[in-house]
């Protein structure tokens, strides 16, 4: 199981993704250009010395992200989290090998990525209200996901 963050915007919205991925025994590909500096002080109060425990993957691009998860042997579906979906995440059948990707906080992703997805989930909620936090969201999809393909990383409590 892997959690993908597309050109995320708020340094502590990423730093506290990847707080939670490290706890959880989830990789994270971060799919640059970001809204901040990697490593400033927003961003690395939020994630802590959290980082050190992250199996984490830089990529330069959209495309170079793509090209690398297309190239593992398990490449796994990748699975947006968009308000723009109709299946809700409660109602999907997750595996071991999904990828979760979440957009940018300011405009989501672009549609070529929306696309690209091989599954659109949506975390249901109150009608006229825009957005779930993004972490919040991640931390939600991120916790049924593992529950599902019992994937909770060595070490918690059952």
Known sequence: MRLALFEP??????????????????????????????????????????????????????????????????PGRLILLTTRA??????????PDDTILVGRESAGVPDAVHQAADLRLIVPMRTGLRSINVALTAGMVLGEALRQTDLFAEGLPR
């Open 9 to 74: 915007d708020i340094a502590q919205n990423a730093g506290t993704m990847m707080r939670l991925a490290a706890c959880l025994g989830v990789a994270v590909d971060l799919i640059e250009p970001c809204g901040f500096i990697v490593g400033d002080a927003k961003f690395r109060r939020s994630a802590m010395d959290y980082l050190d425990h992250l199996d984490l993957a830089r990529h330069s691009s959209w495309a170079a992200f793509q090209a690398t998860r297309l190239a593992r042997d398990r």
């Open 86 to 95: 109709d299946r809700r995440y409660i109602d999907a059948r997750f595996e």
